[in-house]
């Protein structure tokens, strides 16, 4: 509140975005890219994951109470840099906070992959999860109802990622592992982890120069841009923004290999500890 009882405007709000963990660094990174001048905080849940291994309905429980340890810190709107709560959450989080924007990671990706695709085959790269769950394919369906969707589960992606290993033999083997019998009329692939954005040149070479490659953090990060100026709420200063932090378990960990997901170093006491 500002001097003399007067509320300071919605726009100085910060926006709030939570993940199990780290992975959702790049999303924030991406947040920061695109709005330098609005200020973020930022949730790792890392007590309760993998969110990846829970049913829909804890993942939604989670989810819920993260978000409401953000909103009451005054967040103007909610940023889910989550696959697994994208798919699982959305509906509990709008039902829960109606009047709060919130955008999830999945919807974006989708989006930007059926406006590149020319064949309309699209390849979606994510955890276990994320393609049991199946959202990345009705997303994309609901869109563009004759594409022909192949999902790729990438589990050792997540492991490389968060040990910081990006390039090597080891890691080029993975993803000709996993990315090589990939039908050759398919145009697009998206990121829909996370954590891949990190192996993203090596999946790159693998996919050949052709594919186009759509990264769910930077689509999810034009997606909250658009929806802020819509509804008005984006920053409106020049000034640089503010970052927070925090953890639900182990910030010294998050700060650690948070830091590969963010692109800059952390300190390990620059991470708040808060208990949901």
């Not at 910060?14 to 695109?34: C, E, K, M, N, W």
């Not at 994208?86 to 999830?104: D, H, K, N, Y």
């Not at 182990?250 to 800059?264: D, I």
Request: proline fraction near 5%.
């Amino acid at each position: 509140m500002a001097a003399g009882g007067v509320h300071a405007p919605v726009t100085h709000a910060p926006i709030g975005v939570f993940d199990s963990g780290v992975g959702g660094l790049t999303v924030l990174r991406a947040l920061i890219a695109d709005l330098p001048a609005e200020d973020f905080l930022y949730l790792g849940d890392t007590a309760r994951l993998p969110y990846g291994t829970k049913s829909p309905e804890t993942v939604a429980r989670y989810s819920v109470r993260a978000a409401e340890a953000l909103v009451a810190r005054g967040i103007k709107a909610l940023v889910v840099a989550c696959n697994t709560a994208s798919s699982s959450a959305l509906p509990a989080l709008r039902t829960r906070f109606p009047t709060l924007p919130v955008i999830g990671v999945i919807e974006p990706g989708a989006r930007a992959a059926c406006d590149v695709t020319a064949s309309g085959r699209i390849a979606v790269l994510a955890t276990e999860g994320t393609v049991q769950g199946g959202a990345y394919v009705r997303a994309i369906h609901a869109l563009r109802p004759d594409a022909h969707v192949t999902q790729v589960a990438c589990q050792i992606f997540v492991a490389l990622a968060e040990e910081g290993w990006s390039e090597g033999v080891a890691v080029e083997a993975v993803a000709e592992r996993y990315l090589a019998h990939l039908d050759a009329r398919t145009d697009t692939v998206v990121l829909g982890c996370t954590h891949f954005p990190l192996l993203a040149g090596v999946i790159a070479r693998q996919l050949g120069a052709a594919r186009r490659v759509v990264d769910s953090a930077a689509t999810t990060a034009r997606a909250t841009q658009l929806e802020l100026t819509a509804r008005g709420l984006a920053a409106v200063d020049a000034r640089p923004g503010g970052l927070v932090l925090m953890a639900t378990d182990s910030p010294g960990r998050f700060a650690r290999v948070g830091a590969r997901f963010l692109g800059s170093s952390i300190a390990a006491n620059a991470v708040e500890m808060v208990d949901l």
